[in-house]
């Protein structure tokens, strides 16, 4: 049984100030508005209000959004390089700090921005972030390098309408060597703040903690041993967890379903009956049910998309799906009636995947529809999904290389010579689907001013409004070989020396060592779709402006 437990971790409270957080560029930049251009969109609407760049040293993404609810205001946070790629790069240690970045929601101008950084020139990621019900404070989790700690779990606050910070607490429960995290958070009308927290390494445990929103006082907490968190989600009478577990220490891990009460003590726990190792990673309310969405391994060690439903009163499964995708569901949200799963699925020649979205009944776990895109002869993924207030339509958003393809588009690889191995640079690809049939309103793609791979990874909605972010390549220099890591699954590449493959930079096509976060605005007004040539608009025809 689950227990509110004592404290039984270092904490370690760094001051706002100094060397820690720095604010940078509070002023509005100019935005491009491309809406006037058709070559924005591949099919009817939408019209692209405008695109920014959070342009942050030499590698930087966006991979959570969050829209105020006024809808006035839009923050984003990720990472952004804040030392030159050198000697340290060579081990995939690249000076990177969490980037929490403001926007405009009209126009696109950056309100204000902020990084936060821990010790020494390690990776600082922010991976959530949310605002409070009035709309004056953002919220953003992840983690931070610490010295003597290591990666350790980060929350702060910051005023959302200046972006000064408020409040931060970086926590550590285990040794150095762990990866400590906070990667999904939920805020109570009451504007308590849960926080979602996983250890990877010799810990593997979990925590669900909630803090006073104004002054970040922990207030409780509730520890989940051979367990990683990845996502939370609260309503009056509950919070309710997901992810994986292990049944036993040395065991593979298997889907987690947890409910507690607003004092987070135990309700409920749920498993799934899926074969291979496997972990719920999405949960959504959806009137008297809970609707959980994750992955499951199959014998080849690809990533099967998994989807239940669950008695919110008592945790019963009511349905249970699995398809049979071999790739990887990234995110999931309800629309109409439907619990909308989003990601990738192998091609059916094993040469790629495409980009894919399959919805299932809310009340019986039936298949409404599917739809795929990409040619299945290169990488095609959806890395995001939203759903409209109304629940009539969803957008998904993601990275395509078969738009790529179409152009003409190569980038070469990073570890041979360019003439020798060239591959697809990917798109931003991002598509609206009507939620009670799948019907395409409309498609559209987004092509980096560099030679790299443009991926869209977070998509929020907000009226009419739709936000989508993720990093797009520069026009920096390219590396004369990486470093691969993954980070929630999606692989990233930090450059391992300053050599160049090229004489100039003009020479030859390669991938980039800048990468740039971006956000960007779509007016989606729903559209019957219409059949055409892909188009994709260009930042190097319409550059939008570096803040």
């Known amino acids: ?36 251009d058709p070559r924005t969109v591949l099919e009817a609407q939408p019209c ?87 709309g004056t404070r953002v919220y953003v989790g992840g983690f931070v390098y610490s010295a003597g700690t290591g990666y350790d779990e980060a929350l702060l606050a910051y005023d959302a309408a200046t972006g000064a910070p408020a409040w931060s607490r970086v926590e550590s429960r285990f040794p150095e060597g762990d990866l400590e995290l906070v990667n999904a958070l939920a805020v109570a009308p009451d504007g308590r703040v849960f926080a979602a927290s996983s250890a990877f390494g010799t810990g593997e445990s979990a925590r669900l903690a909630v803090y006073d929103g104004a002054t970040g006082t922990r207030l409780g907490h509730a520890d989940f041993p051979r367990t990683l968190l990845w996502d939370v989600v609260r309503s009056d009478e509950q919070v309710v967890v997901v992810g994986g577990r292990a049944p036993s220490a040395g065991q593979s891990l298997a889907p987690f379903v947890q409910a507690l009460d607003p004092q987070l003590l135990p309700s409920w726990s749920a498993s799934l009956a899926v074969s291979g190792r496997a972990f719920a990673s999405r949960v959504a309310l959806a009137g008297e049910r809970v609707l959980v969405a994750g992955n499951a391994a199959d014998a080849l060690g690809h990533h099967d998309f998994v989807a239940a439903a669950l008695d919110a009163a008592t945790g019963q499964v009511q349905w249970l799906e699995r398809h049979a995708a071999s790739g990887r569901m990234n995110d999931a949200a309800v629309a109409g009636g439907s619990f909308v799963l989003a990601g990738e699925a192998l091609s059916a020649n094993g040469n790629g995947s495409v980009h894919r979205t399959i919805a299932y009944s809310v009340e019986d776990g039936s298949v409404r529809w599917m739809q ?60 609206a689907y009507r939620a009670s049939d799948g019907a395409v309103l409309w498609k559209a793609a987004l092509d980096g001013a560099g030679r790299g791979d443009d991926v869209g990874l977070a998509v929020a909605l907000s009226g009419s409004a739709v936000y989508v972010g993720g990093h797009l390549s520069g026009t920096g220099a390219g590396c004369l070989a ?8 999606r692989e990233e590449r930090v450059c391992a020396g300053p050599q160049r ?36 608009v260009s930042e190097r025809d319409h550059p939008p402006a570096r803040l």
Request: net charge negative; charged share 15%.
């Open 482 to 489: 990486s470093i691969s890591y993954t980070l929630q699954g």
């Open 1 to 36: 049984m689950l227990r509110i437990l004592p404290l039984a971790f270092a904490l370690l409270i760094v001051p706002w100030g100094a060397a820690a957080p720095s604010l940078v560029g509070t002023e509005a930049g100019p935005v491009k508005n491309v809406c006037a």
């Open 501 to 536: 493959l090229c004489a100039g930079p003009g020479d030859c096509l390669m991938s980039p060592a800048r990468q740039d976060a971006f956000l960007l605005r779509y007016d989606a007004t729903a559209a019957a779709a219409q059949n055409g040539p892909v188009q994709r």
């Open 372 to 431: 795929s895109h990409g040619s299945g002869a290169a990488l095609d993924a959806a890395h995001g999904i939203a759903a409209s207030a109304d629940g009539s339509f969803v957008v998904v958003t993601g990275e395509s290389q078969s738009a790529a393809l179409r152009s003409g588009l190569l980038s070469c690889s990073p570890i041979s010579l360019p003439e020798e191995a060239c591959a697809p640079t990917s798109d931003v690809f991002t598509v």
């Open 48 to 134: 692209a209000r405008w695109i920014s760049r959070a342009n942050a040293g030499e590698l930087s993404t966006h991979g959570a959004i969050a829209v105020s609810p006024d809808g006035t205001l839009v923050v984003a946070t990720g990472k952004g390089q804040t030392s030159a790629c050198g000697s340290q790069c060579f081990v995939g240690i690249s000076g990177m700090d969490m980037l929490t970045v403001a926007y405009d929601a009209k126009t696109g101008a950056r309100r204000w921005s902020a990084t936060y950084g821990g010790s020494g020139d390690f990776v600082d990621v922010g991976m959530a972030v949310a605002f409070d019900p009035s």
